[in-house]
């Protein structure tokens, strides 16, 4: 294989809110499987790079935001593995001037290190990539090449994130994950056993997210998603927020993203102020990386004269 099977570590932590009795919990550190290609990335990337490599394909196209994980992951996977990389980007505005981006973007200035070339598609046109006509162009703009979905889910992936729980995990009643497009729960949840409960954590608002679960789970199981805790919509981020992350890596060590992660988390803890859970539940909490994203998001928060997430990533 590409990226070998690793099992993650299980770190016990205990953290003291201001408020209320310390709480402890157990997260898994799935962000500690890879220096680039971390978290739920590592895992959905791991079978698609097999069988772009069964199908002879020498190039990843794929889609994302302007600072996106799966974009910064599927470079460094690239450059790793030699595959050669697309990262078709949402906002045309961004290939204005794209040396200007790559020195300002820290996710994409690290794609572009990474070898990943790029084609940036306003909005409008963004929404059709999924369609046969979208596909047809950009095969008759690149050649041949394997597609990488946004966010990476699909099959595979989905077949990848089922390796997240190992027999290790049955002692947890709650296994918690953030969600973005719903692979990484969707293979939490075909692993898990029937005495646990899968919580999702989705990014974005809404919970449409359910469908596309559903289309990937391949049982009954018994999960749930939690809404409430989206911050007002993926990539949306505000001090309170901020000053959670900063305040967790200090009594844990443990860096949360602001994008997933940090907004679990968040959710977790006040969902154990309001009695969610009780002294002898056991959670499982999947650290699903993301880490990249920080120096994307300080940037933004410093221009709206926001506190920043406290991050070294040396």
């Given at each position: ?12 932590v205990t953290y003291s809110p201001k ?42 196209l794929t889609f994302g935001g302007a ?46 290190k990474h070898g990943m070339q790029f ?196």
């Amino acid at each position: 294989m590409l990226l070998e099977l690793q099992n993650s570590t299980t770190q016990k932590v205990t953290y003291s809110p201001k408020e209320g009795h310390p709480i402890r919990l157990w997260i898994k550190r799935e962000d500690l499987l890879h220096p680039y290609i971390s978290g739920n990335k590592y895992r959905k990337l791991r079978y698609n790079l097999e069988e772009a490599r069964a199908l002879g394909k020498k190039t990843l196209l794929t889609f994302g935001g302007a600072y996106s994980n799966h974009i910064a992951a599927t470079a460094a996977a690239g450059d790793e593995f030699g595959f050669k990389t697309i990262g078709v980007i949402r906002g045309d505005e961004l290939g204005q001037d794209v040396e200007k981006v790559l020195k300002e973007n820290p996710t994409l200035g690290f794609a572009a290190k990474h070898g990943m070339q790029f084609k940036f598609v306003d909005r409008k046109s963004y929404r059709e990539k999924h369609t046969p006509q979208f596909i047809a162009a950009l095969k008759k703009e690149f050649g041949s090449f394997y597609l990488v979905p946004e966010g990476g889910t699909n099959e595979l992936a989905v077949r990848g994130c089922e390796e997240i729980l190992t027999e290790n995990d049955t002692k947890f009643n709650y296994i918690c994950c953030a969600i973005g497009t719903g692979g990484t729960i969707s293979g939490i949840i075909n692993s898990s056993k029937p005495s646990q409960q899968v919580l999702g954590f989705p990014a974005l608002k809404g919970d449409f997210l359910a469908d596309e679960i559903k289309r990937y789970s391949k049982s009954s199981k018994s999960w749930k998603l939690i809404t409430d805790y989206h911050f007002g919509g993926f990539a949306k981020i505000n001090a309170d927020l901020v000053h959670f992350i900063n305040d967790f890596k200090t009594q844990t060590g443990i860096q949360l993203d602001p994008i997933y992660t940090g907004k679990m988390l968040f959710g977790i803890l006040d969902l154990y102020k309001e009695g969610y859970f009780t002294k002898s539940d056991k959670l499982c909490v999947i650290h699903s990386g993301g880490l990249q994203g920080i120096d994307g998001m300080n940037v933004r928060l410093i221009r709206k004269n926001l506190p920043t997430i406290k991050y070294n990533n040396a």
